[in-house]
């Protein structure tokens, strides 16, 4: 991937010297110390470590102009901290760089001018010494939102009953022996480094993927979850890390994908659907959520990242809950509806439902999270 159509050539032959250019990639992954491995195929890896390898593409190409967006979505501080490093070389030696982020404490630590779109217009350009974050906020959104909210909070113990825990789980060669208790309304978050096994063991409660040890009890019973099917009839929902590629179906409309879930509440008959309730359905969800354009027809893969994550955690909301999982829910997204999407997991956890948050942004953990559990290499 990284030196796709740029591949080392034996002799005259034209044929790839292989050796030779997973040495060139190994050589430059360690330059940068990231987790990766030459031989890694790109299908194995979770969706951080599929950036870092975007990532190295794009700097071995030994551009004048690199365009890099969005790409911190995925990746935890220790990574983009790496990356920053990077481009302040990259700036140096006199590379130009356009940086697209809905990150914005990145944008203003890079940049040294700044655009501002909004409805598809240019709003503002900004000098590095006129930026101020509540003016650039209101700029895009067109309201004041202040991201530094919840930043700082006082924590308090959760006296109700532990209804999820989780003992010795393990899966060979991802994550060993995890053991955690989320109590009913608590908001449990899940901070780490890529490669952590936080996703894994996602997947592994939700029923995706298969352990080899552990146990898992809840509401006192003990459950073994053999499948997303069963997961779901129990009273789970699951956002997925990669949206595109798990949450939702592109080509779908948002009725059809926020129906993917649900066709065992809407069903008429055996092997009939009622059309109208899966409209009336999507028209409730579309109005809870907020959704842009409020359009069941419309086709998610044609919307904005915001509202795409809305569809996906929208499609649980008509469900009854009893636990949520919500992994890197706000990965390129805008301020704005990173902060509705907060107050959806405040609302879900007041109103009793677990909500288990992974996320790479450590504000995001510590302004959503009511207890914060921290993995390392599983």
Not at 248 to 261: G, Y
Not at 277 to 297: F, G, H, L, S
Not at 321 to 346: F, M, S
């Amino acid at each position: 991937n990284i030196y796709l159509g740029r591949e080392p050539k034996r002799g005259r032959t034209g044929l790839i010297h292989y050796k030779k250019m997973n040495q060139m990639a190994q050589e430059f992954i360690d330059k940068y110390e990231f987790p990766l491995k030459a031989t890694d195929m790109v299908d194995s890896l979770g969706i951080g470590l599929r950036q870092l390898v975007e990532i190295l593409k794009g700097l071995s190409c030994n551009s004048k102009l690199l365009i890099m967006d969005e790409p911190t979505a995925s990746l935890s501080g220790k990574e983009a901290s790496i990356l920053f490093q990077i481009i302040g070389t990259l700036r140096k030696q006199g590379v130009s760089i356009i940086y697209i982020s809905h990150r914005l404490e990145e944008v203003y630590r890079l940049s040294d001018r700044l655009t501002i779109l909004r409805d598809g217009k240019n709003a503002a350009v900004l000098d590095r010494e006129e930026i101020c974050p509540k003016e650039v906020i209101q700029t895009m959104i067109g309201k004041v939102v202040d991201e530094s909210t919840g930043s700082k909070k006082t924590l308090t113990l959760n006296k109700k009953e532990a209804v999820l825990k989780v003992e010795g789980l393990t899966r060979k060669g991802f994550f060993e022996n995890v053991s955690f208790e989320v109590k009913r309304g608590e908001i449990l978050g899940f901070g780490g480094l890529i490669g952590a096994g936080r996703t894994e063991v996602m997947r592994c409660l939700y029923g995706a993927d298969k352990y080899q040890k552990g146990k898992i009890w809840i509401e006192g019973k003990e459950y073994v979850p053999t499948s997303p099917k069963k997961s779901i009839a129990f009273g789970f929902g699951f956002v997925p890390e990669d949206r595109r590629g798990q949450g939702f179906i592109p080509l779908l409309s948002i009725n059809r994908n926020t129906a993917l879930t649900n066709y065992d509440i809407i069903k008429q008959m055996a092997f009939s659907i009622s059309s109208k309730e899966e409209v009336d359905m999507c028209e409730k969800m579309i109005k809870k959520m907020d959704i842009r354009p409020p359009d069941p027809q419309k086709q998610v893969g044609l919307m904005s990242g915001g509202n795409q994550q809305k569809v996906v955690i929208g499609k649980w909301l008509v469900r009854n809950l009893k636990i949520l999982i919500v992994d890197e829910p706000t990965a390129g997204i805008d301020v704005g509806a990173k902060d509705e999407i907060y107050h959806i997991l405040e609302e879900l956890a007041k109103k009793g439902v677990i909500v288990i948050l992974v996320s790479s942004d450590l504000q995001e953990l510590v302004r959503v999270s009511h207890r914060i559990l921290v993995m390392r290499k599983g």
